[in-house]
């Protein structure tokens, strides 16, 4: 048994931003590994995106199979740390552009 592709998303999000803070280390994984799951099952379970039938499902899944839950996890955390890590990548000259057009101090505007 498996999470839909739906439920799945929607897991991966709320995960992403646990994870964020860096709580997707080794010894959480080793954790969930030997069946830990309850920190992540109670940060979906409050995100009330669930019904209680789907949660007890999703529940069964990651204890039944734990290397579901920790992908899903990682998969959200790379997709983050990918955002972050990209956003340092921006354009200097899109930067010039908008402080042109507000007129900020320093900028290339005249008049």
Same mark, same amino acid.
């Given at each position: 048994?498996?999470?839909?592709? /739906?439920? @799945?998303?929607?897991?991966?999000?709320?995960?992403?931003?646990?994870?964020? #803070?860096?709580?997707? #280390?080794?010894?959480?994984?080793?954790?969930? @590994? &030997?069946?830990?799951?309850?920190?992540? $099952?109670?940060?979906?379970?409050? !995100?009330?995106?669930?019904?209680?039938?789907?949660?007890?499902? $999703?529940?069964?899944?990651?204890?039944? #199979?734990?290397?579901?839950?920790?992908?899903? $996890?990682?998969?959200?955390? #790379?997709?983050?740390?990918?955002?972050?890590? /990209?956003?340092?990548?921006? &354009?200097?000259?899109?930067?010039?552009?908008?402080? !042109?057009?507000?007129? !900020?101090?320093?900028?290339?505007?005249?008049?």
């Amino acid at each position: 048994m498996t999470v839909t592709s /739906g439920t @799945r998303e929607l897991v991966r999000a709320i995960l992403a931003y646990e994870c964020a #803070d860096g709580l997707a #280390d080794r010894q959480s994984i080793e954790a969930i @590994r &030997n069946g830990d799951i309850e920190y992540w $099952m109670s940060a979906i379970e409050s !995100s009330a995106l669930f019904a209680p039938g789907e949660l007890r499902r $999703m529940r069964f899944v990651f204890e039944s #199979d734990p290397e579901q839950l920790i992908a899903v $996890m990682l998969e959200g955390a #790379d997709e983050l740390r990918e955002r972050r890590s /990209g956003s340092h990548l921006r &354009n200097p000259q899109w930067v010039s552009e908008i402080a !042109s057009r507000s007129h !900020s101090p320093g900028s290339r505007a005249t008049g």
